[in-house]
């Protein structure tokens, strides 16, 4: 089986990895590029928990700030493993999207304990803030990076299209999504899925591909990266 993988090139080895130990053959092709904005140390007075809703601001934060004695609450199995890894050591997975975050902030911590501190990109989904507030707690949303869309479908996913070699491609966000609806428009390669199963990471990435004339779109049970790999055990 190949497969193309579209997610940015930090994030895409652990899934390569766990692809090949299936036995698929996965090709990146990432089409968005992340990057890392520059500014002084975050100041951290009067902040008791950050919030990550991606392992990019796990990576964010540690480009810019020292501390890892400070509470995570990470959206999901695979940031808090991202987290993990970069240094942190307290740290609490809501287990899904950003609605869960919120909830997990609400059954852990107490709104008068202080801030809670969001790094982030410069494009978010859902509204933590929002949600927070309604609880009662104070929100402080850093925007420490931004992800560029590509502005040509990589060469190696037109060719690989064109050649009706691929059974498959993950699509792990609603902007990755957009941007490869977009792109494969452009350059007039929609026919070439007729043949191909779109993996989607959740019901919002998987609309926003759905009129797309794939042979089949499945969605993940929830938006985790072990609940997608799943799928390709199942089938």
């Known amino acids: 089986m190949r497969v193309l993988v579209t997610r940015p090139q930090e994030d895409a080895a652990g899934l390569l ?19 890392y904005s520059d500014a002084p140390p975050l100041d951290l007075t009067g902040v008791q ?8 601001g796990a990576r964010a934060f540690v480009r810019n700030n020292a501390a890892r004695d400070i509470m995570v609450l990470a959206v999901g199995d695979a940031t808090a493993r ?7 050591s307290d740290i609490s997975s809501a287990g899904g999207d950003v609605d869960d975050l919120a ?5 852990r911590l107490d709104p008068e304990a202080g801030m ?13 803030a929002e949600m927070l507030q309604e609880n009662g707690f ?8 931004s992800a560029q869309r590509e502005v040509d479908l990589p060469a190696v996913a037109r060719d690989e299209l064109a050649a009706e070699n691929l059974e498959g491609v993950l ?9 490869f609806k977009r792109l494969i428009k452009a350059a007039q390669l929609e026919q070439s899925l007729a043949t191909v199963r779109a993996y989607c990471l959740s019901a919002n990435v998987a609309r926003t591909v759905a009129d797309l004339p794939w042979a089949e779109i499945l969605t993940a049970s929830k938006p ?3 609940a997608l790999l799943a799928l390709f055990d199942e089938t």
């Open 138 to 145: 104070s929100y402080r949303r850093e925007v420490m990076y």
């Open 116 to 128: 809670l501190l969001h790094p982030a990109g410069s494009k978010v989904a859902g509204d933590l």
């Open 171 to 179: 699509i792990y966000s609603p902007r990755t999504g957009d941007t």
């Open 82 to 88: 991202a987290a993990r890894e970069l240094g942190f």
């Open 17 to 35: 990895a766990a692809l090949a130990a299936r036995g698929i053959d996965a090709i990146a092709a990432p089409l968005l590029a992340i990057t």
């Open 103 to 107: 909830a997990l902030a609400a059954r």
């Open 49 to 56: 928990a950050l919030l990550l809703t991606s392992a990019n």
């Open 224 to 226: 985790e990266q072990t």
